[in-house]
């Protein structure tokens, strides 16, 4: 499901069980020996994700909202990926990391392609909360819950058996916002977004993000522990406008050996 590529990438290869592919200088090493062994304090880790659109990606529909977005597997230039269609509608697609084993001080780096943008004046309101392209990371800490949302966490649990995440990081395609602009989303408090800007429309561009310093700038620390999941996202609900967006190769890269 996952790949994992250690040193610099380069000459054998071998796999194991799990379809995990250890490269390089550590080909015959266990997962579980490399992971705690001192050589990986200098080795580059790259965990590959699944490409998006394919299990277990899983849709994610939005409370309130009867249109769902239309994600769409298709193969971009040999690569795997997404072509995500929204009108007057929202839907996400979300990824559950809780049996990646990722290491904290991750780099998440992705690719993505804006086609259409929604028609969204005011994007940091409701009525203009609507994005061509979003990736989210998602946390599950209660030191970090709202007070407000506790009893909406509460009546969840008591629901469904399961507890929501406790907050996210949304990163956003935006035409309206300069990149490195950050504002709370106006629906949910818990959720911090994060303008990466704009790019030409139908252009693929690559984005690498560092998870945990935007943790500690948007709230107040780093994480206490690693991401519980992804999520992607192209909306057009609250404008009842059209966005397309395409995404794929996602993968997070340890933080300190990062290139």
């Not at 062994?37 to 790259?46: C, D, F, H, N, T």
């Not at 072509?83 to 998440?108: F, P």
Request: hydrophobic residues 45%.
């Amino acid at each position: 499901m996952f790949t994992i590529v250690t040193g610099n990438g380069r000459g054998p290869r071998a796999a194991g069980k799990d379809g995990i592919v250890i490269h390089g200088a550590f080909r015959g090493i266990s997962f579980a020996a490399l992971l705690a062994s001192p050589v990986m304090a200098l080795a580059q880790v790259v965990v590959e994700l699944p490409a998006p659109g394919s299990p277990p990606w899983h849709e994610q529909p939005i409370p309130r909202v009867s249109r769902p977005s239309v994600y769409a597997r298709q193969v971009f230039d040999r690569s795997a990926g997404v072509l995500a269609t929204a009108e007057c509608g929202a839907s996400a697609l979300g990824l559950r990391l809780g049996d990646v084993g990722l290491r904290q001080q991750l780099i998440l780096e992705w690719e993505w392609r804006v086609d259409v943008a929604p028609n969204a004046e005011q994007e940091r309101a409701k009525s203009g909360d609507d994005f061509a392209a979003r990736v989210f990371v998602v946390f599950d800490s209660d030191r970090y819950v709202d007070p407000a949302d506790r009893m909406r966490r509460w009546f969840i649990h008591q629901v469904t058996g399961e507890s929501p995440p406790s907050h996210a990081i949304s990163y956003v395609w935006s035409s309206r916002s300069e990149a490195g602009a950050t504002w709370p989303n106006p629906f949910v408090a818990s959720t911090r977004m994060v303008s990466l800007g704009s790019s030409a429309l139908g252009a693929w561009v690559t984005r690498q993000v560092d998870v945990y310093a935007d943790h500690a700038r948007l709230f107040g620390a780093a994480p206490d522990a690693p991401p519980v999941g992804l999520a992607i996202m192209t909306d057009a609900d609250n404008t009842c406008s059209r966005a397309v967006a395409a995404y794929r190769l996602f993968r997070f890269r340890d933080r300190l050996t990062s290139s």
